[in-house]
């Protein structure tokens, strides 16, 4: 067992490469101290899945989004169905949702996008609940939005955060928290030092993004998934590298995802002493800061850690 306590902000357990395996990713995570994971659906395709996931599971906080690279299979009556959701299910958080400008999100249009994103974006205000947001070379659109919908009270996560620095004050100020994954590794370290330093506090977040975003430090220390994916077909029907415009070194034809090294959520310990390696600060204030912060965050009414 770790002596630090960590929550995993934004991750895709339900997705078909790990499913069968979530049980014994989410014990062994347990076991090193990951308390908490905040499980994120993408598409009507999976949201069931999420949903079981979180009456199994007591450490799962079950997320319900529609992601951007998925609006254009939604079906007529998605909204209603996001919404029914949400009444049956008070434990939840929003997310996956948001906009996307990458090489993938330049294929799907983009004022459609914006209308998906807009729509759940304020539900997630008037349900009062956080809201995890993909964002993609679309940072100046994200912001006119958060400005137009927000402010956020409840809060909005900026799941693997790779803006500038010069972009977090603002984004804070309506309620955005910076939520840092193994795609952070790819940005040069100086940059990334300028980045963390802008972030306050009392904002900063840890997440995997599991089965993506795997660290590309230490890899002869990290948490292994045994086996391979599924198929190509099946790796894109869901998270399938939702994160990979966020990292360079990431993207990848998608017939070569079955031959990527999936990710564990265990591996959130990697991220923690990365970000506390650019911080200049140990790996317990880092852990220390974003479980408290994540707690505060998913403490809504109905959630599993409200009385935390």
């Known amino acids: 067992m770790s002596s630090v306590k960590l929550f995993d902000a934004h991750c895709h357990l339900q997705d078909p490469r790990v499913l069968n395996k979530a049980p014994q990713l989410i014990a062994t995570a347990l076991d090193t101290g990951v308390a908490r ?46 919404k029914e959701l949400f009444e049956v299910t008070p434990s939840a958080a929003v997310g ?12 799907i249009d983009f ?31 994200l912001l006119e939005i958060m400005k137009n919908v927000g402010p956020f009270p409840a809060g909005v996560i900026l ?49 995997t993004d599991a089965p993506d975003a795997t660290p590309t430090l230490n890899v002869d220390t990290l948490f292994s998934v ?11 029907s869901t998270s399938g590298g939702l994160s990979d415009e966020n990292n360079s070194n990431s993207s990848k034809e998608a017939s ?29 204030e880092v852990a220390e800061a974003s479980y408290r912060n994540a707690v505060q965050l998913f403490a809504y009414q109905g959630s599993k850690v409200q009385f935390e």
């Open 226 to 236: 045994d086996g391979r994916s599924h198929s190509k077909e099946e790796n894109l």
């Open 37 to 82: 994971f905040a499980v994120n659906g993408v598409s009507e395709n999976d949201w069931s899945l999420v949903k079981e996931m979180g009456e199994r599971y007591p450490s799962v906080v079950p997320c319900f989004g529609l992601h951007p690279w998925f609006i254009r299979e939604r079906t007529p009556n998605w909204f209603n169905t996001l």
């Open 96 to 107: 996956e949702i948001g906009i996307d400008k990458g090489s993938h999100g330049k294929t």
């Open 159 to 207: 799941h693997s955060y790779l803006g500038s620095a010069e972009m977090v004050p603002e984004l804070a100020k309506l309620g955005a928290y910076f939520s840092f994954s193994g795609f952070l590794m790819s940005m040069k370290t100086q940059k990334a030092k300028r980045m963390l330093a802008a972030v306050p506090s009392d904002r900063i977040l840890l997440e």
């Open 111 to 141: 004022a459609d996008q914006v209308y998906v994103f807009q729509k759940q974006l304020q539900l997630a205000k008037e349900l009062n609940k956080p809201a995890s947001i993909h964002c993609v070379r679309a940072f100046g659109d």
């Open 256 to 284: 070569n995802r079955k031959e990527e090294t999936l990710n564990h959520p265990a591996n959130i310990h990697h991220v923690l002493n990365h970000v506390a390696s650019l911080l200049e600060l140990s790996k317990e």
